[in-house]
Nanobody
Framework: QVQLVESGGGLVQAGGSLRLSCAAS????????MGWFRQTPGKEREFVAA????????YYADSVKGRFTISRENAKNTVYLQMNSLKPEDTAVYYC????????????WGQGTQVTVSS
């Protein structure tokens, strides 16, 4: 069982940056691929980024490639999402995810953190 807690969301102007963090409980963090998803009202949750257990591979949705960077620190049980050049369409609740098929059907979810980008 893994518990995930996101932080770092907030309000930012278009073109600005935010860094999301996700702290995981337990001693098995390094066994899980980790990811970020986002959701806006009335839409399905969509994949944003993922990182392999050892951080040797990363994956991104086309909509965020070149602007977002996912990273992890296994010693701190934490995964990050650095978001640069933010756009109003990036506004969403962002969820941390772990395990499972990380880009499609993760096993564990955080509670989400709101990111709002103003134009």
């Amino acid at each position: 069982q893994v518990q995930l807690v996101e932080s770092g969301g907030g309000l930012v102007q278009a073109g600005g940056s935010l860094r999301l963090s996700c702290a995981a409980s337990g001693r098995t963090f390094s066994r899980y691929a980790m990811g970020w998803f986002r959701q806006t009202p009335g839409k399905e949750r969509e994949f944003v980024a993922a990182i392999s257990k050892s951080a040797d591979s990363t994956y991104y949705a086309d909509s965020v490639k070149g602007r977002f960077t996912i990273s992890r620190e296994n010693a701190k049980n934490t995964v990050y999402l650095q978001m640069n050049s933010l756009k109003p369409e990036d506004t969403a609740v962002y969820y941390c995810a772990a395990g499972g098929d990380i880009t499609i059907a993760p096993s564990y979810w955080g509670q989400g953190t709101q990111v709002t980008v103003s134009s």
